[in-house]
């Protein structure tokens, strides 16, 4: 296959993934963000890449966001809202970090292609992404040409970017208001 | 505007952005890659999170692949490559490091925005990527509804991982062949 | 107190702790990384940093290191070895790690303060460091006057780089010779 | 040698490193960092490591503190200071901080062996540690057993956890008060 081939191909299971998503869903989503004091972001491997640009945006928004792991990130509280983007739901440090969320009482928001997980069960609002890796697909589900995890990966940063958007027409920001706080230093 | 309106009018700038670059660059990104002993990958911000993702495929393939920056990553040889993701293709640490690679004889790809940028001149192969941000498009070049560099982000994400699947093409590999090197412990 | 007084202190803990590891067991630990084909270093908050210190050494000496959590960390096979840092040894994802560095049959080194913690039980080489947080200690124990983990984190820190030093000597190696590696682009 | 000859001779090397900082200079140190509303650290490699363990201290303390680099550090205001970690003082990456730090106003505080270096000559406090590379030593300064930067990186690392206890100190805090906001997801 040629790029163009693949562009077009990975354009169109994007199409599926992410209007498989309702507005209702969106929206419950970026309203819990929204209400958070403290924003934690959770995420392993390439799924979290994404949530760290999610991350990103939020600080760039005047938001107090973090994500799990790094330095300078403090203890979850009730205030806060755990944001976990995994596809299978299960993933054990992520679970752990879930289950440390709920008994502190912060909400829980997850992105998943698993409603049914672990972790969807102690979620506050369960993003179902249908972006089933090429092995799990069922019946009627897309079937992707791509590796693994990054139908998923792909649709989860492309849903986050949305939600950003959403959170800014919210709060009337444009891209300058959003400059103020970029990184000066990278 | 809905979620659902945000996720159509992403789907079309990235159709955009994605067709913008041409099989032939594609292909010359791609042999670069392949002939390469190893792979340096670099980026700021938001643009980072997406070439690390990069990287990580590369790695289920088998490939010698390093982040700058993190723990592990040696010094950059002849035998090396070196693909710096810059919007701008001019932020100061990665012409740094573009200067380094360049002194030492290794390759250097770019995906930018900026095919004229200090980087883009020392570079092999520039993808350029038709994605101005919101303030920087001039006429006829789209006009992204989306904050600051996010779809130069997303397009050089989603252009990574057609360059995995051309790889793949390349040698034969499927899925399940790169879930070989998958981190198991996470 | 004085910083005078304060950097005395810390020398006067740090002579207890590094030195109530013995020879034994510093060679045991040493034997170990120098037997295995691949090195993985783990450990969270600021035992993190110190084990990143020693997996940057190690790449430098031309060794395969790799940081669990990091962007091209492949899997681990029996031909591997875990390196965990963990003042308690029983911090839950790297409770987690050892039990899959287990189950696929590779060898595990822990540094703690804490010989019979869940990873100790699994772990080859345990290499114990006196340095009970100030709250912890028992009687006979030095009582540091230091915050936290603090006593704990300097004390793995120098214990590795005295490991460090013990691998140079037995492949004859020397500060330039170790240049070698050291990234170039940072 | 044995471990514990090499164990020895790093207590004696960091006797003569910490102890060649004033008690002067620690408290401008001390108090740069005190005055400064947001506290950003930076540095590369292994000094890197051991600022990422003073960030995360002044986290615990309830300070506003960053790493240069991660996901959520945002820009350099007036209001900040720099702490910056550099053994020669002109690591490319650290002078352009610096320089933007400069340029909107902040403080800096640099840790560094050159107290003529470029870093220095911006620097509001230069707290020079003696610890010279092995190569590098002249008459009279320490000859350190350790490769590279050891020595350098060890004494940082420790002479930032004495800053630590000073600022605890003036604050009338305890190890007990500090672990109020140690991160609890992990």
């Known amino acids: 296959m040629t790029y163009e081939n693949y562009a077009e191909t990975v354009l169109d299971e994007l199409g599926h993934t992410l209007l498989s998503v309702s507005d209702e869903t969106a929206s419950d989503f970026v309203n819990l963000i929204d209400g958070a004091k403290e924003i934690f972001c959770a995420g392993a491997g390439r799924s979290g890449f994404q949530i760290r640009g999610f991350a990103m ?14 330095t300078c990130t403090p203890n979850i509280t009730s205030d806060g809202v755990l944001v976990i983007c995994s596809g299978s739901g299960s993933t054990k440090s992520l679970v752990n970090h879930a289950q440390k969320a709920r008994e502190v009482g912060a909400r829980i928001a997850l992105i998943t292609i698993n409603p049914e997980s672990p972790i969807a069960e102690m979620a506050d609002v369960v993003v179902e992404i249908s972006a089933p890796s090429p092995k799990s697909a069922k019946e009627g589900q897309i079937r992707s040409i791509q590796p693994m995890g990054s139908l998923f990966e792909q649709s989860e940063g492309l849903f986050l970017d949305c939600a950003i958007m959403m959170l800014m027409e919210k709060h009337h920001m444009d891209s300058d208001t959003m400059f103020g706080r970029h990184a000066n230093m990278e």
């Open 57 to 70: 945006r939020l600080m760039h928004m005047g938001r107090q966001s973090y994500v799990v792991g790094e």
